[in-house]
């Protein structure tokens, strides 16, 4: 779509004033270069942001970052369209019995929400659907989106948030069923922006949080306003800690009990790990950054239509995937992983994640435009090590190996699509669990499904959560040391 900025204004700024949503990962720092429009009428000048992130091409086409773009005068710029979410297999679509009752599951992701309506005489999901969190407008990550918060955003990040579940209750299409109660789940990050609470306690020692979720609150309150459906209770799922949120919690409680020795991984921006073994519970969060999802990546994008979402050798080359089978507009998380245990399996970069010579200036092509880079290594290395090195020291905490483990549960949308193989290979996922691993999907909004018809779901959260015991990694040692052992790639 097309916009008219009037003078005097900073563009990113205004757009947000408008309601629309305009990607700013880096929260308008001028640093990850997503925030792009097209000039269309009028002048916008040339920033050195502009040149360091923009090819000459793209300048010349008119190409800005709305960011660091300050109109002098009216001008017209074109927003890149908002494409859709990779539909996951979590998604129903299903003609409702309106002789049932239902109620409605939520899961609030850093960059995805999902709502599903949930039958509840029949014990089962009957629609799902997605949007993008608008709030990732104002930070990819939690850290940059709670720091956008304490300056002043707050107000918007909520309203936002809001607006996107209004949203999403429309794409159901159920106001004429009889909906009775509704649950959340989301970390404890996104329940503090959804509710407007301080986020201070979140961003500096000793980490207090203003909820760690539990409360339930009438839907018309959670949205700011009324809506097509009855003002419904809706239950917030407890989190175990300040970075342990209600999601991880929801997704723990969904689990079926096997007394088994079990590794849970939620992989994306914070990636939170959970260690069950001998009745007691470990969990850690780690800040893997947003290059898992796309995020801090030259040509990185979230899992869209058209994002380049499998990588691998063909008869010798290079082939790719995209999602729908689309023109290829950048790379999501798994097609990034993919690329980089291809030139792992090439040669094409040694153990410290270097690039030989002849790909030393331009990385791995994949596409015109569309390629992987050296700091684009540099970035999924730190989240690899970041991951790792969480769940290393979740084994040393509980005196257990990797031999020690019955299974590795991989939750979120991104490890549903994540090839197992290229984890290993980059070491992302220990090898020796290779045949241990599971892709279960969204569990946060499996749990809150669950917790819609099965009465025993919430006292099973609250046995989890009172025998959880959150290590902060922050402050260990220990996880250190093995985030710089974990740094370096074993070719």
């Not at 209770?233 to 999601?247: E, Q, R, W, Y």
């Not at 002849?358 to 090590?385: V, Y």
């Not at 999907?441 to 989890?464: E, I, P, W």
């Amino acid at each position: 779509m097309q916009l008219i900025i009037p003078a005097g204004v900073n563009v990113l700024e205004y757009v947000r004033q408008k309601g629309l949503f305009l990607p700013a990962y880096c929260s308008g720092a001028g640093e990850c270069g997503k925030c792009r429009v097209k000039l269309i009428a009028g002048s916008l000048d040339i920033t050195p942001e502009d040149r360091r992130l923009l090819q000459e091409t793209q300048l010349s086409q008119g190409l800005r970052l709305a960011c660091k773009a300050f109109t002098k005068s009216p001008v017209r710029v074109e927003l890149p369209d908002t494409p859709s979410q990779y539909d996951t297999p979590d998604k129903y679509w299903e003609t409702p019995d309106p002789a049932h009752t239902f109620g409605i599951a939520a899961d609030i992701g850093t960059t995805t929400i999902a709502l599903s309506l949930v039958d509840i005489t029949d014990k089962r999901p009957v629609r799902t659907v997605t949007v993008t969190n608008s709030a990732a407008a104002y930070g990819a990550d939690v850290i940059t989106r709670l720091g956008s918060a304490l300056s002043g955003k707050g107000s918007e990040i909520r309203k936002a948030m809001q607006h996107d579940l209004l949203t999403a209750l429309q794409k159901l299409e159920a106001p004429s069923l009889n909906i009775i109660k509704m649950t959340v789940a989301a970390n404890t990050a996104m329940y503090h922006l959804l509710l407007g609470f301080d986020c201070l306690g979140l961003c500096k020692a000793p980490f207090a949080p203003a909820t760690l979720g539990g409360e339930t609150l009438p839907l018309y309150e959670l949205l700011g306003g009324e809506c097509a459906l009855p003002d419904i209770p809706v239950t917030l799922v407890k989190g175990i800690s300040a970075f342990v949120g209600g999601d991880i919690s929801s997704g723990l409680a969904s689990l079926p009990e096997s007394g088994k020795t079990l590794l849970f991984l939620d992989l994306g921006t914070n990636g939170e790990a959970a260690l069950v073994a001998d009745d007691k519970l470990f969990c850690a969060s780690a800040a893997a950054g947003p290059a898992l999802e796309g995020g801090e990546l030259s040509c990185g994008c979230g899992g869209v239509r058209g994002a380049v979402c499998r990588v691998y050798d063909k008869d010798g080359a290079l082939a790719f995937d995209t999602i729908d089978n689309a023109p290829p507009v950048g790379i999501c998380g798994s097609g990034a992983i993919d690329a980089l245990a291809f030139c792992l399996d090439k040669g094409y970069i040694d153990k410290q994640g270097t690039f030989l010579d002849s790909f030393a200036d331009t990385g791995l092509a994949l596409a015109e435009n569309i390629s992987l880079t050296g700091q684009d290594i540099r970035e999924l290395q730190l989240a690899k090590a970041a991951i790792r090195a969480c769940l290393d020291t979740l084994l040393v905490s509980a005196d257990k190996t990797y031999a020690d483990i019955d299974s590795l549960i991989i939750a979120g949308g991104f490890g549903h699509f994540l090839d197992i193989d290229s984890a290993c290979t980059v070491g992302l996922i220990p090898k020796e669990l290779k045949p241990k691993t599971h892709s279960l999907g969204n569990t946060s909004l499996k749990g809150a499904q669950q917790s819609l018809y099965d009465d025993s779901f919430f006292s099973r959260l609250s046995v989890l959560c009172s025998k959880a015991a959150t290590l902060p990694l922050s402050d260990d040692e220990g996880f250190k040391e093995r985030f710089i052992e974990n740094i370096n790639f074993n070719t």
